[in-house]
């Protein structure tokens, strides 16, 4: 089937849905058995998708499970009350004291807090490196070096990774390979055809889709994913069946969803590209991004999310082009129905491995589903509030 296919049909197995259309939402804590061999069974089968206790899941949960397993292919998948969890979820199965963690540089800033004030305290070393390190990572590699963890596009500025050189150096030294896959969503990328040993989605994004739930996932392979369900059980992780039903009627949508934030947001990317105000725009299907050629090789296509940089701009301007949109919200996160404006006056504060080559205010845009040509004029005038603000 192909991908927008899959999405209609993945996680909708009949033991799920029954007559309806849709798994129906199944609420739980205990789960009650009749005989003591069906409780036996349950408690020997963990893996297998059985009710068991609610903390494991009810069957509205495990459609979404599979239907993620379907989607990127692997081999299991865990559920977290949001995505930063289940990043530290997936990292905590794979570390433990003494061990040695390389991190992309362009990581998401909440997963670097993670290391630098968790995982340093926990006795885990970390090394940031750069995104485009690609095999030559190979050098960055220690005895006790366990995990490598990738995101591409790199949060905020969009770096491309090679994703299966990096894979292919891990698997040679017996590395485990983690990669935030929420920029691609379940269906712009596949993460396990790459190398990868673990996909991880913010699902509070793009698969809801409405800026309502949070939800993660970590997907794993089948070398990997005893481990991480038994991790993950045990650390008491688990989402509500409400969240888990939201998701699942989210990915219903999400193929034409992210078509028309793809679209809209190319449109504004060229757009800003002309603009005498702007130094460059981060957005890696750009044909002049310089990860443009990995984008073309490893991913299906692009969504709502990228940055530009200013060429100059005070503190005071950058408030005023942000301050009193339209359209475009300040707020934090992405991936909802809504557009969204968030800014950074030094990036260089959240690099340690490269030089960031830019000295002005980056901008963050989601672009959400409201009429291009609408978002566009709310930036012109966001613009005109940027130049009188340096007055």
Excluded at 88 to 116: I, N, W
Excluded at 201 to 209: E, S
Aim: glycine share 8%; net charge negative; charged share 20%.
């Amino acid at each position: 089937m192909k991908k927008d296919t899959r999405l209609i049909h993945a996680g909708r197995a009949k033991k799920y849905t029954g007559t309806a259309v849709n798994p129906p939402l199944v609420r739980a804590s205990t789960i009650v058995f009749d005989t003591f061999a069906e409780l036996k069974h349950a408690t020997l089968n963990r893996g297998n998708r059985v009710p068991f206790y609610g903390r494991r899941g009810t069957d509205t949960h495990f459609a979404l499970q599979e239907a993620m397993c379907e989607l990127e292919g692997g081999a299991g998948c865990a559920l977290y009350p949001c995505g930063a969890a289940a990043v530290s979820g997936a990292l905590l199965t794979f570390l433990k004291q003494g061990d040695h963690l390389l991190m992309v540089d362009s990581v998401y800033e909440p997963t670097r807090a993670l290391c630098d004030k968790v995982l340093a305290g926990y006795g885990i070393e970390t090394t940031y490196y750069d995104p485009q390190i690609g095999a030559a990572i190979a050098g960055l590699i220690k005895p006790n070096t366990k995990v490598i963890f990738l995101e591409s596009p790199g949060s905020l500025s969009f770096e491309m990774q090679d994703i299966p050189a990096i894979s292919s150096v891990a698997e040679q030294h017996n590395i485990v390979t983690i990669l935030d896959n929420t920029w691609a969503s379940p269906i712009l990328c596949q993460p396990f055809a790459l190398g990868v040993d673990v996909s991880i989605q913010a699902a509070t994004k793009y698969i809801v889709g409405h800026s309502d739930v949070m939800l993660g996932t970590a997907t794993a392979n089948e070398k990997h994913w005893p481990a991480l369900r038994e991790h993950s059980y045990l650390m008491g992780y688990c989402t509500s069946a409400d969240d888990a039903y939201a998701a699942l009627r989210g990915l219903r949508t999400l193929a034409v969803r992210l078509k028309q934030h793809e679209q809209s947001a190319l449109t504004v990317a060229h757009w800003l590209a002309k603009r005498p105000e702007v130094e460059t725009v981060l957005h890696p299907a750009l044909p002049q991004h310089p990860g443009h050629d990995i984008f073309k090789r490893d991913f299906s296509g692009s969504n709502g999310l990228f940055s530009f940089v200013l060429k100059q701009g005070s503190q005071r301007q950058v408030e005023a082009l942000i301050e009193g949109m339209t359209h475009f919200k300040m707020g934090f996160s992405w991936g909802g129905y809504e557009s969204l404006i968030t800014a950074t006056m030094k990036l260089q504060n959240l690099r340690s491995a490269i030089l960031w080559p830019y000295s002005g205010p980056l901008i963050r845009l989601h672009i959400g589903l409201e009429d291009v040509a609408d978002l566009i004029d709310d930036l012109e005038q966001a613009f005109a509030r940027f130049a009188e603000a340096a007055g």
